[in-house]
């Protein structure tokens, strides 16, 4: 039997996390600290697939945030690692 491949879009599941983290004050601030990113660009800026691949790396990179999004939204962890790869790229 075939495992089958998760069909969610990547930039979809990027732009749920910048949703999740639009209600979560203190997330926000620090991915928009870290990011160098205003609070004002985010519209523009969320067309953007590096920006898209730059929240992902957010959350793959503290497994609390991702575990709070995922139990938040029934996302499942899967799901972010695999858009991270998708969007993100093989690391070198």
Known sequence: MREQLSTTDPQETAVSILAWL???????????ALSGVQADQIRTAATDPGFLAGLLDFMMAHEPS??????ATGT???TVA???HKLSGPMM
Request: hydrophobic fraction near 45%; include cysteine.
């Open 22 to 32: 639009a209600n979560e004050p203190d997330m926000l601030s620090r991915f928009l």
């Open 66 to 71: 991702l575990m709070s999004f995922c139990e």
């Open 76 to 78: 499942k962890p899967e």
């Open 82 to 84: 695999e858009a991270w």
